[in-house]
């Protein structure tokens, strides 16, 4: 979710860029389309956002009014997965901090709260339980840029900061909402550990298209009548090989695809795919 229609900042892109890094094509919803405090637009219901959205990520929300904070609990509460990121919250829709502790108004749903931050002159490791459920190995993971110092009140810990100071916190938490879920980014991740968030949050849709080409992405969307789709680039010069794990047609020319069956890429060749 974005607030400002001139552009993407820094802290968005890097939740998107994430995104298309593991076969997602993400949609930007702007506020305005969901809550609107003015009254002037219509918005929509948690529950359906819910079910449009499964998973909505809200990366820097800094103003924002109380109905529409209200809204995003809602929409955890419905079933939906909210990934919040930092400052969200932090502010009204006048741009004054709240007396409340932050996240502002969402702290007993997310089960965290957080009362100092810190910029990052350098990037901090990021580290994690055991029984995290992140995929982790492997790695190279990094807060950067900013860190909120979270502290659980009901929350689970899904990764921390690696530092004699910052250590003393959490870096992004995780409780269940109702029918859904919060999780809560107290810094800007670096791709690996933003990988490795939506990896675990965007499990639907995933299967089988995960063991790719270094230079292939295979994003889907979903068609007017309810059809999976697939659009398979290949971001090189040099020609690749998808061994499809599911079976397909090409909208472009109809040819049939079994499962197991190699589909050819040239150099920057694309193909859109539907599964059948």
């Not at 702007?30 to 809550?35: A, E, K, N, P, T």
């Not at 890429?265 to 193909?271: I, K, N, P, T």
Request: hydrophobic share 45%; charged share 20%; glycine share 8%.
């Amino acid at each position: 979710m974005n607030d400002a229609a001139a552009g993407i900042d820094e802290p968005h892109a890097r939740f998107l860029a994430a995104d298309a890094d593991i076969l997602f094509a993400a949609r930007v919803v702007q506020l305005s389309d969901v809550d609107d405090p003015r009254g002037e637009r219509e918005g929509v219901s948690p529950a359906e956002a819910a079910r449009r959205h499964p998973v909505l990520v809200v990366p820097a929300l800094y103003l924002a009014a109380d109905s529409t904070l209200d809204w995003l609990a809602e929409y955890a509460r419905a079933g939906g997965h909210l990934v919040l990121g930092p400052r969200t919250g932090y502010a009204d829709h006048e741009g004054r901090a709240r007396h409340e502790p932050a996240p502002g108004r969402l702290v007993d749903a997310a089960g965290v709260w957080y009362d100092e931050f810190s910029n990052l002159v350098e990037d901090v490791p990021v580290t994690a339980p055991a029984d995290t459920p992140l995929a982790l190995e492997g790695r190279s993971l990094r807060a950067t840029r900013w860190a909120d110092g979270l502290n659980l009140d009901g929350a689970s810990l899904l990764a921390g900061y690696d530092h004699p100071h910052f250590g003393r916190w959490a870096a992004i938490t995780t409780r269940e909402a109702g029918s859904g879920r919060i999780t809560y980014v107290g810094t800007v991740p670096n791709l690996d550990l933003a990988k490795a968030l939506f990896v675990w949050a965007c499990p639907v849709g995933r299967a089988g298209w995960q063991d790719l080409p270094d230079t292939v992405t295979a994003t889907s969307a979903t068609s007017q009548d309810g059809r999976r789709l697939r659009f398979v680039h290949n971001w090189s010069w040099t020609p690749a090989v998808v061994r499809l794990p599911v079976a397909a047609s090409d909208v472009l020319n109809d040819h049939p695809y079994e499962p197991g069956e190699d589909l050819h890429l040239g150099s920057w060749d694309v193909h859109v795919l539907v599964e059948i």
